[in-house]
Antibody, heavy 115, light 110 residues
């Protein structure tokens, strides 16, 4: 069974870059597409985009100018970078299996944007 | 403002059937398959339905879903107390070129 675990700083200052890693176990990262989703506290879900190990990506147009995904096949990890963050980027960030999440999800990582 | 519209809440007594609606448009529900997700407080969402009405392995048969035109619905029959959670519909939107979620419906078991 595929398992995912997000990790990264829980606090980021406004205007800085948010960076998260998702470690995949139970499957090769080359086997699937992977997606990122976020959820502001008390609010709904927002799809951020997807990545394939080849580097193929798709981003939500609402975030495309600020977000970058990457894959580290040697460590079976995904990464998300979101630049120029504001308080509106405070959310629980999830990685999941699939272009759209159709399989396993990570437990989520809360990232708070605050000075 | 979510692209897909759901009622903020729905409720029922144990054993009843609760139905959740999801309204979209020709660029999302009208042209793409619908997924439904279940989320308990403090936990990650879980895929409940994919491809409009398909249940992944392990999802109880009391969950069923359908789609007609630009709207979709999820029904929970024989509502047990443990199904008290948030439910989200979702679909690919061709105009936005993005996967969009509904606003979410909180189901309460009275």
């Amino acid at each position: 069974q595929v398992q995912l675990q997000e990790s990264g700083p829980g606090l980021v200052k406004p205007s800085e870059t948010l960076s998260l890693t998702c470690t995949v176990s139970g499957a090769s990262i080359r086997s699937y597409y992977w997606s990122w989703i976020r959820q502001p506290p008390g609010k709904g879900l927002e799809w951020i985009g997807y990545i394939y190990y080849s580097g193929s990506t798709g981003y939500n147009p609402s975030l495309k100018s600020r977000v970058t995904f990457s894959v580290d096949t040697s460590n079976n990890q995904l990464s998300l970078r979101l630049s120029s963050v504001t308080a509106a980027d405070t959310a629980v960030y999830y990685c999941a299996n699939g272009v759209v999440p159709t399989g396993s999800w990570g437990q989520g990582a809360l990232v708070t944007v605050s000075s | 403002q979510s692209v897909l519209t759901q009622p903020p809440s729905a409720s029922g007594t144990p054993g009843q059937t609760v139905t959740i609606s999801c309204y979209g448009s020709s660029s999302n529900i009208g042209s793409s398959s619908v997924n439904w997700y279940q989320q308990f407080p403090g936990t990650a969402p879980k895929l409940l339905i994919y491809g409009d009405h398909q249940r992944p392995s392990g999802v109880p048969g009391r969950f069923s879903a359908s789609k007609s035109g630009t709207s979709a619905s999820l029904a929970i029959s024989g509502l047990p107390s443990e199904d008290e959670a948030d439910y989200y519909c979702a679909a690919w939107d061709d105009s936005l070129n993005a996967f969009v979620f509904g606003s979410g419906t909180k189901v309460t078991v009275l």
